[in-house]
């Protein structure tokens, strides 16, 4: 992918056939993104599409390695809309009419931070691969600004019975 | 709430018939709350009233939603007191003699983000609504300054067998 | 320990018996710290030694408090390895030759935050205990500005059995 120029993000989507969804809506009351200075902090994000969960449980026992991964690489593409909303909204408001949220995702310089928790039977140890599904798709969409630090760890659960939830910290321009 | 000008918090805090708490002793070699840059980060903080937890145990199973719900309220005033007897040592340290530290919180710029931990049974998936205490709790005494990102998550033991657990991170001015 | 001056957290480790390992590679697609700003984030950190994990299992049934503590110690350890080696990577980057981690550890200014997740028995309760070992030896090591805010965190497993995991963020000069 180009490493600068406008709309490389939203060309890398579309070359990997991605489609950035809506931002969800936050099940309580907070946002789904907050800036602080250069940082965009997230909420944790489930793997919803289309706001709903497609897999349940806990990984190990009810969900397979695979399948986590890939609900994790979804719950990356939803942290990346609640950010490129974020940042839609900022440049709405600086004028010059609406923003695509993908478009608005030239500005990350940086994701900084991940933090993967996977709900976990407690005999599964693989949570970096399964987080690496998150990892992979930051990469993938950002190339070198997607590599991050990163902790992975297995919970008891999660809201709603999700799989895996994510959070993220970017830096912008 | 008035959404500017001294003495707003202590106010919204009266009127919640909110007492900030003297902020918790660390139970370890750490300290409640450490300013870097513009930004406050507190300890995790416990739902301790006069130094004991009323409640202990799993959310799901030991301890019900609602009164969950009410422990992490309480957390979450723990944070803020934690914030506010730093701003208050700040300012001192500036001068002008002791400072309340319900009056320091009017420092508080926004709440950037939370992290509630739920000590939770397997089958409890409702780690929104109990973290949605503390969600609320910041909104309440903060207004739209208290507005933030948040991660919610079940895991399997807290520290002294406590329900919940929440963290907070703030941008003051 | 003098609180300032060149090679300061160098001498204060080998006075302490300490040698800073190499960075961990990480398991998967991202990297063991990144800076932003005036920061700098760690992954997840686990009790490696020599690139093996010395105890696997949960803290209260498989593996006792104290061995627990002593792994909390090492993971911080290998967090404050994965913070020099970024600073040397910096300083060798604007000249002046290859610049040893722990010498590149002075520019350390503060330790802001600590996470530590434990592997826990749901009985298990003394996750402060634990995630002392990683406090302290932070003190150990910088005296006046390793002392930092800190969440314990009992969670049911993680990434290769590991009983501990740590995570840090600190500013630096």
């Known amino acids: 992918m180009p ?15 991605l489609t950035l969804p809506a931002a969800a809506a936050p099940l309580a009351a907070y946002v789904p993104a907050v800036r602080s200075g250069a940082h965009v902090w997230t909420s944790g994000q489930l793997p919803f599409v289309d706001g709903a969960l497609p897999v349940t ?17 979804t ?30 995702l030239d500005r990350v310089r940086r994701v900084v931070k991940v933090v993967g928790f996977v709900a976990s039977d407690p005999a599964f140890t693989a949570q970096p691969a399964v987080v690496n ?29 999700s799989p895996v939830e994510i959070e993220i910290v970017v830096e912008t321009d």
Chains 1, 2, 3 share one sequence.
């Open 3 to 17: 490493d600068a120029g406008p709309g490389r993000v939203a060309a890398r989507l579309a070359e990997l056939g």
């Open 133 to 161: 599904g998150a990892s992979l798709l930051l990469h993938d969409v950002l190339g070198d600004a997607g590599v991050h630090a990163r902790s992975a760890v297995g919970v008891t659960v999660l809201p709603m019975d």
């Open 75 to 104: 719950a990356a593409l939803n942290a990346l809309a609640a950010v490129g909303a974020l940042l839609a909204a900022e440049a709405a408001a600086h004028g010059g009419g609406p923003v695509d949220p993908a478009a608005a």
């Open 57 to 73: 449980g806990k990984v190990g026992t009810d969900v397979d390695q695979a399948t986590a991964t890939a609900q994790a690489r």
